[in-house]
């Protein structure tokens, strides 16, 4: 099951997968963002809005029957159009240039709710001594299966292979991307 998001672009509604959505809305963000640059903002409203037009029409088109827009749709459109488009939104970088490892949810490796795993490869620990800590905690009172629950409720789980390169603490490149897609 894929979640779809309903979005107006260009006075014309579309249903797009979680994927089309984020990349399309990254394109039109860094787009805007160029624009600032060198146009005054009216001037960049205006040019985006026509950008977003140009889009809406070529997704029109190439529909052709389905419903759904997804993110290959989305690249051909921007490309149609002679922008280049990233594979995947940029992820976050330290200053050494490695990207930042994000706090989520291992549901790919969990016993209950992927707190544990999530926590291990956030914090570089094995899982096995996170599990003992979490286990020890409630037996001795100390409130582990409150903590737990609570990181269950506030981390989200990693969903899409960009999350997951982004809780591995990797590059979300086409390579990693389509590892994390096949698990």
């Known amino acids: 099951m894929t979640k779809t998001i309903s979005v107006s672009l260009g006075k014309c509604n579309f249903v797009l997968n979680e994927d089309a959505y984020e990349l399309l809305n990254h394109f039109l963000k860094d787009y805007r963002q160029g624009l600032g640059r060198t146009e005054t903002p009216s001037s ?71 707190v544990c795993s999530g926590l291990a490869l956030y914090s570089g620990l094995d899982v ?13 009172g100390l409130a582990g299966l409150w903590a737990y629950l609570v990181f269950w409720i506030i981390v989200p789980a990693a969903k899409t292979p960009v999350e997951k390169c982004g809780m591995h603490g990797e590059a979300a490149t086409p390579d990693n991307i389509n590892r994390y897609s096949a698990s």
Do not use: N
């Open 44 to 114: 960049a409203d205006e040019i985006t809005e026509e950008v977003e037009l140009r889009i809406a029409e070529l997704l029109r088109e190439s529909l052709q029957g389905r419903e759904v827009v997804d993110s290959a749709m989305i690249r051909k459109a921007v490309t149609d159009m002679g922008f280049s488009i990233p594979i995947h939104p940029v992820p976050d970088f330290t200053e050494s240039g490695q990207p930042v490892r994000k706090l989520y949810r291992d549901t790919d490796h969990k016993v209950l709710g992927g």
């Open 128 to 140: 096995i001594l996170i599990r003992v800590l979490f286990t020890l905690a409630f037996i001795l």
